[in-house]
T-cell receptor, first 116, second 116 residues
């Protein structure tokens, strides 16, 4: 099984619908992240969480909300989806050992969302 | 302002040849980390290599090396002996500071196609 699992992998929805993307991890990492990828724009950070009680906005949080249900689970919600939220969404996790260690982000396989 | 700049157009490289992917970054923090990720057509994000700002030597991982030129704020990825499986998008990313948030800022990516 994958270390970071995202569901659904693909979703088509209509404008105005509520959508939840779910992420679960088995790496035991405290830190979890949601990124969005658009063609030609790279990845942009939506929200991140250091532990269950810690939620932080990233650079493009408008129109999104998150919930950290447990150390292993971090879900992203679009309360009222709009077409420009059509994108590939990635969940990622990382450990933190301090200092200048790599503390590499491990990504899920991505959730492709299309809003019509 | 953009933190990570990747401006090369799509690149074609002959199998077994080396390819260099350019990345420049912008930060005033003396402590930072630089990452390269690979995204094949299947969509997953694969970590390739890491360079810390205080590392004296250029990072290497198998066929991947990072040409780190600190004064020029440059962190180019070199792939030696290209293989067909190297065809992918490649993203440069930066983490700033020692604060532990481990947020990565990504560039827009470089497309590489390896031809036989």
């Amino acid at each position: 099984d994958a270390d970071v699992t995202q569901t659904p992998r693909n979703r088509i929805t209509k404008t105005g619908k509520r959508i939840m993307l779910e992420c679960s991890q088995t790496k035991g990492h405290d830190r979890m992240y949601w990124y969005r990828q658009d063609p030609g724009l790279g990845l942009r950070l939506i929200y991140y969480s250091f532990d269950v009680k810690d939620i932080n906005k990233g650079e493009i949080s408008d129109g999104y909300s998150v919930s950290r249900q447990a150390q292993a689970k971090f879900s992203l919600s679009l309360e009222s989806a709009i077409p420009n939220q059509t994108a590939l969404y990635f969940c990622a996790t990382s450990d933190w050992t301090g200092g200048m260690g790599a503390n590499v982000l491990t990504f899920g396989a991505g959730s492709r969302l299309t809003v019509l | 302002a953009q933190k990570i700049t990747q401006t090369q157009p799509g690149m074609f490289v002959q199998e077994k040849e080396a390819v260099t992917l350019d990345c420049t970054y912008d930060t005033s923090d003396p402590s930072y980390g630089l990452f390269w990720y690979k995204q094949p057509s299947s969509g997953e994000m694969i970590f390739l290599i890491y360079q810390g700002s205080y590392d004296q030597q250029n990072a290497t991982e198998g066929r991947y090396s990072l040409n780190f030129q600190k004064a020029r704020k440059s962190a180019n990825l070199v792939i030696s002996a290209s293989q067909l499986g190297d065809s992918a998008m490649y993203f440069c990313a930066m983490r700033e500071g020692l604060g532990g948030n481990n947020r990565l800022a990504f560039g827009k990516g470089n497309q590489v196609v390896v031809i036989p």
